[in-house]
């Protein structure tokens, strides 16, 4: 309609005095009425629904949608930092370890170096002092000849005699520093070859990486300490080490309590456990030990850096380091850690480093012995968020570890972290492993009652267990959990173990039970 009207004009002259313009405009007034009342309704009407329709939808719709996007990607974005920055720091405290051994060598380095230019300085002075004695004795050979021509000719003996004492006396005096000469030469070649194996040490130092603690052992006359199957003791004694290399997750709080339920019977017959602090800070063993006890243990060395720097002097070292704890009415004892811990275990790093002394299998030389296995049915290892010496001292000793951890996101970024580490041991380790879901928000701690968050998490833990390990996650995962629990917190605040007590058993019953049985049946 609108087209026709529009050909009809344009057919037609533009002049409003024209009759045929008024006709057409009689003829279609209707059409030019509907489109000039028509267009700005519309009009409106558009700028209605886009404001009050289609702008609060794209608000309820879009908008969400972008910011869950964004967080979603902040928060992996934010998970990926904390990950760098904690290999970051693992690397700088490495480095700040390898950069006072490398300072301490280079001060060796150069008091031998010193100590080498005097030598050579010294050598250097013999040989004046011996050319001065061959051109004596060459002097003293001249005068014997001329002392016997003149015998020949009719001169005095006593001139002979005395030429041939002072000859005597120069052969004897150019054997003694010839003598000298070759111990003073012997001293210098062992100060270069020292220099060398300094030098090499350095290197070593630069070189130094974690990888030390998997390469194959390598130390001249170092005998391997038997690993112990469960199958080959006279009891059933087991070790478990509670690892994981990101701190925070619950290793200390788990492994005690863990302790507790056992020693105060959750599976059946009360069991006979010893716990040991291989964590420098000391919180298992501030919450086990009575104040004045642990005092006076740490202030005369009863602690467990001598698991690692025992001097040689095995025999009754465990026993001298045993602590009883404030668990009453059950056997649970602690071999409590210092601050010397962190000391020491620079020494090992240093030792391993430069293949001095293997110091891998000190843990295992000490506890797979008869006197522990009739002593304890349990030994569990607390260990740091590091791979240090004791870190691995206790897997190497251990018939399983446990891998404890949250379903927070960065907590299942660390499991296969951890759990690929342990693998990388090869064959020195003997132990199976489990990880362990902690701080879940189902009470009844089941991984088949967790929230939709956590099942996230728990789904992305499976495929990268999967990854990483190359067997089927089920076979890691504990199927029971441990729920939040304020009372666990709590306690482990006022130095007591909730795990003992008649209500925190029934918590960890289902828990140490499934345990148990996996450690049990290895």
Not at 311 to 333: A, K, V
Not at 437 to 453: A, P
Request: charged residues 30%; proline residues 3%; contains cysteine.
């Amino acid at each position: 309609m609108f087209l026709e009207l529009f050909a009809k004009v344009k057919d037609t002259a533009l002049d409003l005095n024209s009759i045929r313009w008024r006709d057409i405009i009689a003829e279609n007034i209707l059409e030019i009425v509907f489109v000039v009342i028509l267009v700005p309704i519309l009009a409106f009407m558009g700028k209605f629904l886009l404001r009050w329709t289609i702008i609060p939808l794209f608000k309820c719709t879009i908008f969400p949608l972008g910011k869950l996007l964004a967080r979603s990607e902040f928060k992996r974005l934010t998970t990926e930092l904390a990950e760098k920055t904690k290999e970051l720091e693992d690397k700088e405290i490495a480095l700040e370890v390898k950069d006072k051994e490398l300072i301490e060598r280079e001060k060796e380095f150069r008091e031998k170096g010193k100590e080498l230019a005097a030598t050579e300085k010294e050598l250097e002075s013999i040989k004046d002092e011996r050319r001065t004695m061959q051109y004596d004795l060459d002097r003293a050979h001249s005068d014997l000849a001329t002392a016997r021509r003149e015998i020949q000719t009719g001169a005095s003996s006593e001139t002979l005699k005395l030429a041939e004492k002072e000859l005597e006396l120069l052969r004897y005096r150019f054997e003694e520093l010839t003598k000298a000469h070759g111990k003073q030469k012997e001293e210098t070649e062992s100060y270069r070859k020292s220099c060398d194996e300094t030098q090499e040490q350095l290197s070593r130092f630069e070189n130094a990486t974690t990888d030390i603690w998997r390469q194959p052992v390598s130390v001249n006359g170092f005998e391997l300490p038997p690993y112990i199957s469960p199958g080959s003791r006279p009891t059933r004694t087991r070790f478990v080490t509670f690892l994981n290399l990101k701190g925070g997750v619950g290793k200390t709080t788990i492994a005690s309590n863990l302790g507790a339920a056992y020693a105060s019977g959750v599976c059946g017959s009360p069991l006979r456990v010893l716990l040991v602090d291989l964590d420098f800070q000391g919180t298992l063993s501030n919450c086990c030990v009575d104040t004045n006890l642990l005092i006076e243990k740490r202030r005369n060395g009863s602690i467990s850096a001598r698991l690692l720097d025992f001097n040689g002097n095995q025999e009754g070292l465990i026993d001298r380091l045993i602590t009883p704890t404030t668990q009453d009415g059950c056997q649970l004892d602690v071999i409590i850690g210092a601050d010397e811990l962190e000391l020491v275990e620079r020494k090992c790093y240093a030792q391993q480093v430069l293949q001095t002394c293997e110091t891998r299998f000190f843990h295992r030389d000490l506890f797979h012995r008869p006197g522990i296995f009739n002593r304890y049915d349990l030994v569990l290892f607390d260990c740091p968020p590091r791979m240090t010496a004791s870190t691995v001292n206790a897997i190497l000793a251990s018939d399983h570890v446990v891998v404890p951890s949250g379903l927070a996101p960065y907590d299942v970024h660390a499991v296969p972290r951890t759990v690929a580490w342990v693998s990388m041991l090869g064959d020195m380790h003997h132990c199976s492993m489990s990880v362990l879901l902690n701080r879940t928000f189902w009470k009844e701690g089941s991984i088949n009652r967790l929230t939709n968050e956590e099942t996230r998490n728990f789904n992305e833990l499976i495929g990268a267990l999967q990854v990483v390990d190359g067997v089927g996650s089920s076979d890691l995962i504990l199927e029971n959990t441990l729920p939040k629990n304020a009372q666990i917190s709590k306690s482990l605040l006022e130095n007591q173990l909730y795990g003992g007590e008649s209500s925190g058993k029934e918590i960890f019953r289902d828990l140490a039970t499934e345990l148990m049985e996996r450690i049990q049946d290895e």
